[in-house]
């Protein structure tokens, strides 16, 4: 059974930084394609931030993070991290880890999610 459990989220005040992880657990890491994360604001719908292979190299972010926030991992651990820096309080939401087998279409494995606040 495939579960994705996060965590690292919290309140920060804006212009501060988070990092969150995302640790796989009950499959390894390496037989996803891809890893990536998402967030849900109130009232909104969920929304992509940013996705890497998790083979290494291709990366791509949401016009609404690019220089801010770094998507990684550590094959090692199993996990994929959300650096977040320079945050602002629309950056609020809860943050979801997302994986996928494929490289393309519906994301199929889903963690929890982890609040993140952003105070002015």
């Known amino acids: 059974q495939v579960q994705l459990v996060e965590s690292g989220g919290g309140l920060v005040q804006a212009g501060g930084s988070l990092r969150l992880s995302c640790v796989s657990a009950?499959?390894?890491?390496?037989?996803?394609?891809?890893m990536g994360w998402f967030r849900q604001a109130p009232g909104q719908e969920r929304e992509f931030v940013a996705r890497?292979?998790?083979?290494?190299?291709?990366?791509a972010y949401a016009d609404s993070v690019k220089g801010r926030f770094t998507i990684s991992r550590d094959v090692g651990k199993n996990t994929v991290y959300l650096q977040m820096n320079s945050l602002k309080p629309e950056d609020t939401a809860v943050y979801y880890c997302?994986?996928?087998?494929?490289?393309?279409?519906?994301?199929?494995?889903w963690g929890q999610g982890t609040q993140v606040t952003v105070s002015s």
């Open positions: 997302a994986a996928d087998p494929s490289d393309s279409g519906p994301w199929n494995y």
């Open positions: 009950g499959r390894t890491s390496s037989t996803y394609r891809r």
């Open positions: 890497m292979r998790w083979s290494g190299g291709t990366t």
